[in-house]
């Protein structure tokens, strides 16, 4: 990246931050649950704060705070800090680079609500399980189309077209992933396929924030 025109320091720290983040409150929390299996458990099972049991799936997370705060609700906070920060400090681009910010909020206002409403019996006994998937859908859709749309606002400050290539890649891969989860493609288990569309995002946040600091440094 043009160090000159590129997102400022805190920018990449928030993403390298938030990236680093989830993963450690996924590991840990799965850890903690007995049974879990990533090919199998969806991950916002990890963020039911109770015992219960849907669609065939034992819910048991006694981390489930752990997944909720440092997984969800922060990673989005992150996520959307770092966009505001980059977008106010770039000022060119400014059709790109507000299309990647209105998505950029999307995905972590759908986080957040991941991260607050969960996926349990409870929250589908009241009548409210479908502002889960709703928010899982802005996540995710949002995330990924956000990715696409860094690729072509990276342009506008000089970032070298393998990170790019890279962005652009991460985020078709994610919306794949998603429509494959949707329509049950390839006989791959459920929570294969949505981590498939979840952790190209995550790629993203850690590639981007390690870029957006080596940039930086090389400046310094």
Known sequence: MNADRSPPRLAGALWLLAGLLYLASETATAIAFPGYSYARNYISDLGVPYLG??????LNSPLAGVMNIGGFILDGVLFATAAVVTRRAVRSGWQAGNVFLILALLHSLGTIGVGTIHSGPRE????IH?????GAGMAIVGGNAALIAAAFAARRFGAPWPYRRVS??????????IVALEI?????????LERASVYPIT???????LAILAARRRSA
């Open 124 to 127: 589908l006994a009241a009548g």
């Open 203 to 209: 790629a993203w946040e850690i590639i981007t924030g």
């Open 168 to 177: 652009a890649v991460l985020g078709l891969l994610g919306l794949l992933g």
């Open 184 to 192: 049950g493609a390839f006989g791959l288990p459920a929570g294969m």
């Open 53 to 58: 049991t849907i669609d065939g799936r034992v």
């Open 130 to 134: 479908y502002l889960h998937v709703i």
